[in-house]
C-alpha cells in the first residue's frame, strides 16, 4: 500500500482560528481528496483536486475552506476560521493516474476546535 | 444522489464464527465498491476492491460479493477471531468523473473470544 503521511496528527485550535491540514503523497499520484468524519458519523467527501485545481466539491466546502498545492508535493486543506462543528478526522486519500482504482488513505488528522 | 446504507449497524459474534455484512446502494451505475476496516480513533485500511464488471473478489478470509443490479454487496468474514474487531464500511464510486467515494455507515464488529 502506497504510503500517505498527514500532518499534525493531531491538532487543537480555538474556534475563529485558521488551521492548515497538510498530506504528503508519493509521486505518482495525480488524484487528491479530503474527507472528513464527524466522530460515530460516516465518511463524506469534501473535495477532489486534480491539475492544480479543484474538480468537485460538496457542500461542506464551503468559502471558508481552501485547498492548495504549493510546491506540487505537499497538499493542504485550509480552514480559515473554525467553527465547533469542524471537529473531526480529517482524511487524504491520493491516487494514481489510473482514475478509479483502488484508494488508499492517510492515516487522518483529528481536528478539535474548543 | 447516491445513498449507501449498511446493515446491520452493529453485530457481536462468539469467535470462530462465520459472519455476512451487508451493503445496499440506491445508483446501480457505480463504478466500483470497496471494503474498509477502521479500528476506534484510526484510519481507514482498505481490504478489498470490486470493479463494477467482477462479481466477486477475495483475501484470505474475506469474501465481497457485488450484485450492481440490485445493488448490493456483502463482505463474508469466515472463521472469525477477536483481531477482527472493527468497524467495515464500504463506499462506492458514483458516476461522476473525480472518482469520490461514498460512505456507509458502517457496521461495528465485536468478536467475543
Known amino acids: 500500500e502506497p504510503e500517505v503521511t498527514q500532518t499534525p496528527s493531531h491538532q487543537v485550535t480555538q474556534m475563529g482560528q485558521e488551521v492548515i491540514l497538510r498530506c504528503v503523497p508519493i509521486s505518482n499520484h495525480l488524484y487528491f481528496y479530503w474527507y472528513r468524519q464527524i466522530l460515530g458519523q460516516k465518511v463524506e467527501f469534501l473535495v477532489s483536486f486534480y491539475n492544480n485545481e479543484i474538480s468537485e466539491k460538496s457542500e461542506i466546502f464551503d468559502d471558508q475552506f481552501s485547498v492548495e498545492r504549493p510546491d506540487g508535493s505537499n497538499f493542504t486543506l485550509k480552514i480559515r476560521s473554525t467553527k465547533l462543528e469542524d471537529s473531526a478526522m480529517y482524511f487524504c486519500a491520493p491516487r494514481g493516474s489510473d482514475g478509479y482504482n483502488e484508494q488508499f488513505f492517510g492515516p487522518g488528522t483529528r481536528l478539535t476546535v474548543l | 444522489k447516491q445513498e449507501v446504507t449498511q446493515i446491520p449497524a452493529a453485530l457481536s459474534v462468539p469467535e470462530g464464527e462465520n459472519l455476512v455484512l451487508n451493503c445496499s446502494f440506491t445508483?446501480?451505475?457505480?463504478?466500483?465498491l470497496q471494503w474498509f476496516r477502521q479500528d476506534p480513533g484510526k484510519g481507514l485500511t482498505s481490504l478489498l476492491l470490486i470493479q463494477s464488471s467482477q462479481r466477486e473478489q477475495t483475501s484470505g478470509r474475506l469474501n465481497a460479493s457485488l450484485d450492481k443490479s440490485s445493488g448490493r454487496s456483502t463482505l463474508y468474514i469466515a472463521a472469525s477471531q477477536p483481531g477482527d474487531s472493527a468497524t467495515y464500511l464500504c463506499a462506492v464510486i458514483s458516476p461522476s468523473n473525480t472518482g469520490k467515494l461514498i460512505f456507509g455507515q458502517g457496521t461495528t464488529l465485536q468478536v467475543k473470544p
Open positions: 445508483d446501480s451505475a457505480i463504478y466500483n
